[in-house]
């Protein structure tokens, strides 16, 4: 088997983003330029490790086999370059990857007490999609991620072995809405009042879900306004342009032109806070990341 360290950190790449043309956007390649290297790769292990489908690109067996090694190798490279240029071994390095809900709340609280429980402790974080977060532990490019799920709580991806799961909260999705509009100084709404709301709704593809919008509102939500951070969202929220969805643990970052109502008339929809990491023995420094995260949503 004849493979180099950027092939490896290309097929990492691909599997994180789930296709050819993400995968180069990524790494600063063309997109024919990540497909010649992938069938480069292909040929020097002689087997086929992506399948092509009209939705992207998914990891055969041999692939994912490959990739588990990849993410090894690669590590090791990387301690040995730090270790060649003098870098500091003294500190815990550990990637954090959250979905946009658990930025104002959750990961402030996590990282202030692990500065003063684990100083050693260094987090970087990213943000992204409970899909796309699956994928990034699966490549080996975050260490734990921060996930949200809902009923029936089905591991966050399909593949094997199933990724290690910490549940650390369940919240209620509310509405938000401005505190002087057509919902003003009430504490709910009846489903059917939202079938005609305008929605500001988070971007989706056939891969990530619609995030914003009622679960379960009848016929096709009115789109009034697509954003992906919670403050542009809350901010049109409070003007008066739309409504959205809001973790109930997000209310206490509102503004007071914003109101939470729940939803009469329909089950209430309830979202589970997970930590998700590879399968097998955590490392010391993951284990305190997670017991953070767990301190931090408690009341």
Same mark, same amino acid.
């Given at each position: 088997?004849d493979?180099?360290?950027?092939s490896?950190?290309?097929l990492?790449? /691909?599997?994180?983003?789930?296709?050819?043309?993400?995968a @180069?956007a990524?790494?600063?390649?063309?997109?024919? @330029?990540?497909s010649?290297?992938?069938i480069?790769?292909?040929r020097?292990?002689?087997?086929?490790?992506?399948?092509r489908?009209?939705?992207g690109?998914?990891? !055969?067996q041999?692939?994912?086999? =490959?990739?588990?090694?990849a993410? !090894?190798i690669l590590?090791?490279?990387?301690?040995?370059e730090?270790?060649?240029t003098?870098? !500091?071994?003294?500190t815990?390095?550990v990637r954090l990857g959250?979905?946009?809900?658990?930025?104002?709340?959750?990961?402030p609280?996590? *990282?202030a007490?692990?500065?003063r429980?684990?100083?050693?402790?260094r987090?970087?974080?990213r943000?992204?999609?409970?899909?796309s *977060? @699956?994928?990034?532990?699966?490549?080996g490019? /975050?260490?734990v991620?921060?996930?949200?799920?809902r009923?029936p709580?089905r591991?966050?991806?399909?593949?094997?072995?199933?990724l290690?799961i910490?549940a650390v909260q369940?919240?209620e999705? =509310?509405v938000?809405?401005?505190a002087t509009?057509?919902?003003a100084?009430?504490t709910?709404?009846?489903?059917?009042?939202l079938?005609?709301?305008?929605w500001? @709704?988070?971007?989706s593809?056939s891969?990530e879900?619609?995030?914003?919008?009622?679960?379960?509102?009848?016929g096709?939500?009115?789109?009034?306004?697509?954003a992906?951070?919670? *403050? !542009?969202?809350l901010? *049109?929220?409070?003007?008066?342009?739309?409504?959205?969805? /809001?973790?109930?643990?997000?209310t206490p970052?509102?503004?007071?032109?914003?109101i939470?109502?729940r939803?009469?008339?329909?089950?209430?929809?309830?979202?589970r806070v997970l930590?998700?990491?590879?399968?097998?023995t955590?490392?010391?420094? /993951?284990?305190?990341?997670?017991?953070?995260?767990?301190?931090?949503?408690?009341?």
């Open positions: 088997m493979v180099s360290s950027a490896l950190r290309v990492c790449q /691909i599997a994180e983003s789930g296709s050819f043309t993400a @180069a990524q790494l600063g390649y063309t997109q024919s @330029a990540v010649r290297q992938a480069a790769l292909e020097g292990v002689g087997a086929t490790l992506f399948e489908r009209t939705d690109v998914r990891l !055969t041999r692939g994912l086999t =490959l990739l588990r090694h993410r !090894t590590e090791s490279v990387d301690v040995a730090r270790e060649l003098g870098e !500091t071994c003294g815990d390095q959250s979905v946009l809900s658990a930025g104002p709340v959750i990961l609280a996590a *990282l007490r692990l500065a429980t684990a100083p050693r402790i987090v970087s974080t943000e992204g999609t409970t899909p *977060l @699956a994928r990034a532990l699966r490549a490019s /975050i260490d991620a921060v996930l949200t799920s009923p709580h591991p966050p991806d399909g593949e094997s072995p199933r290690h910490t369940d919240i999705l =509310l938000a809405a401005s509009g057509t919902f100084g009430r709910s709404v009846h489903a059917d009042e079938v005609d709301a305008p500001i @709704a988070g971007p593809s891969s879900p619609l995030l914003g919008v009622w679960p379960g509102l009848p096709r939500a009115r789109i009034a306004h697509t992906r951070d919670w *403050l !542009t969202k901010h *049109l929220v409070a003007g008066g342009f739309g409504v959205t969805t /809001i973790p109930e643990g997000l970052v509102a503004s007071p032109d914003v939470s109502l939803v009469q008339g329909a089950p209430p929809e309830i979202r930590v998700a990491r590879l399968p097998g955590a490392t010391p420094a /993951i284990t305190e990341v997670t017991q953070a995260i767990a301190m931090a949503v408690r009341p």
